[in-house]
């Protein structure tokens, strides 16, 4: 079993920044990549970014790319998701989750709500 608690999470003018943090315990070592998705009001979830547990890779869709970045510490058992220069498309509950050797997304936190007023 793995946890994930997100915070970080609030109200935010148009242009501004956010960081999300998202930390995991139990089988943290066991982690293959993490990832952060986001649900709008009467949307589908949306992938936002992912970042394997270990080695290099990073990927996100074109709508963050060049505004998010995601990163990791291992020492924390964290892993981040800086959002810049948001706007009003960016409003949703964003949640953390977590993937084993399988690759498959099979743990989640609670999520958190970024509000990005216009």
């Known amino acids: 079993q793995v946890q994930l608690a997100e915070s970080g999470g609030g109200l935010v003018q148009a242009g501004g920044s956010l960081r999300l943090s998202c930390a995991a315990s139990g089988r943290a070592l066991s982690l293959y990549k993490m990832g952060w998705f986001r649900q709008a009001p009467g949307k589908e979830r949306q992938f936002v970014a992912a970042?394997?547990?270990?080695?290099?890779?990073?990927s996100y869709p074109d709508s963050v790319k060049g505004r998010f970045t995601i990163s990791r510490d291992h020492y924390k058992n964290t892993v981040y998701l800086q959002m810049n220069s948001l706007d009003a498309d960016d409003t949703g509950v964003y949640y953390c989750?977590?993937?084993?050797?399988?690759?498959?997304?099979?743990?989640w936190g609670q999520g958190t709500q970024v509000t990005v007023s216009s």
């Open positions: 989750g977590a993937a084993l050797l399988s690759g498959a997304y099979e743990y």
């Open positions: 970042i394997a547990w270990r080695g290099d890779r990073i």
